[in-house]
């Protein structure tokens, strides 16, 4: 189900009615149940399927019910496959064909998932992938976590949150409560084929403050540990604060501090990684992330190389407080740099494309608050009715913890 709609499906003669994708899979089992299906399973183990548009959803289904992973999705040169086959049988190898580029998606949806899964009857995810996003000499611990939800009926959108249930119980010997993680990834997952979600996770640690003893987080320290093939008990998705719009022409303003990045690597990912046919973004996205020192820019190399390939359309502005410093003299941080770009920002806030995202750690709001006021008032507009407008319009975004 993951974002092939059975609406998409009846209209078979819109967008992308008719035309064919090439799944590529693997680990198919060979069980009864797929005896009669025509799924022929090659000896190298990966299978590439044709499927006309329509079918998409129902294809992906029976490919979880039999195990199967799907490992691409192309687009299938049409003329190429019109004397081939269709859905079950096997396409021309893909020296005959000449894929475009990778693609999934095909129309977003207008209705928003949420509590797929409950924190009673949570989803098992497997954890395929846990790396340091911290390089040398940063501050802290911080992990992208990429878990393996095949199989299961798990969706969601840029932008939304999942829970996660730590094992164990707390200190009265109760099951520990789910906490909250935004999601890092696509909808499509880090692997395009809409079978993982991503997290973003700082490590909590503290010294307690009477005993001084070193504390952990519950939930982060366990996710921060996790090794691959780990099972993780994962409800939601939740959120719709945070969700993008699907005009391709948005400008979108972004503010993060730390693992409040998560939403936008989704966003930017979306935006200039992927490619969709329903959605080629061609508007303005301005990410000002706030970090204590360089190693703490969080998917640094891949927020560049965004940058240096679409430098008009994707603007990377750091706040790095313990490094940089203001024109007085003061350490750097998010609301400084917001300060400083203000009129440029104002006057892209009066153009009703441009949605602008708070997310990170609770209290960043106040100062970029402060410095909006300011500019608001050499334009005689008070700046708190001004953003409960925004807020009105669905264009004033924050999500802090
Ligand atoms: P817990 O074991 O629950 O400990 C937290 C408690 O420790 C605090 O309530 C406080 O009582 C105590 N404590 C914390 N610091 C100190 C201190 N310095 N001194 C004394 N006591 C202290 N986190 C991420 O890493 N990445 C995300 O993408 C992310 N997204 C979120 C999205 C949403 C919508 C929300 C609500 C939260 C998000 N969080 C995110 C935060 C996350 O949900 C957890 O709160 C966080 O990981 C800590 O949980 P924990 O179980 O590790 O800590």
Known sequence: TYGFSSASAVNSKTAFGDRLFVFEVVGLRQTPNNQQSAVPIRRSGTVRLTVPYGRMNEEMQRIARLGGKIVSIERFDRERVEASTVAGAPAPSSKDSKPSKPMTQAKAKTDIPVNIYRPKTPLIGKCVENR???????????????????????????????????PGSDDKGKSHKLRLYSIASTRHGDRLDDQTVSLCVRELVYQHPETGETVYGVCSRFLCELNDGDDVQITGPVGKEMLLPEDPEAKIIMMATGTGIAPFRAYLRRMFVEQHDDYKFNGFAWLVFGIPKTPNILYQDKLEAMQSEYPDHFRLTYAISREQQTADGQKMYIQNRVAEHVEEMWNLLQ?????TYICGLKGMEDGIDEAFAGEAQKHGVEWSAFRKQLKSQDRWHVETY
């Open 132 to 166: 340091e996003l911290v390089g040398e000499g940063g501050i802290g611990r911080v992990r992208h976590l990429t878990f393996d939800v095949s199989g299961s009926d798990l969706r969601y959108l840029e932008g939304q949150s999942i829970g996660i249930i730590p």
């Open 351 to 355: 153009d009703e494309k441009t949605h």
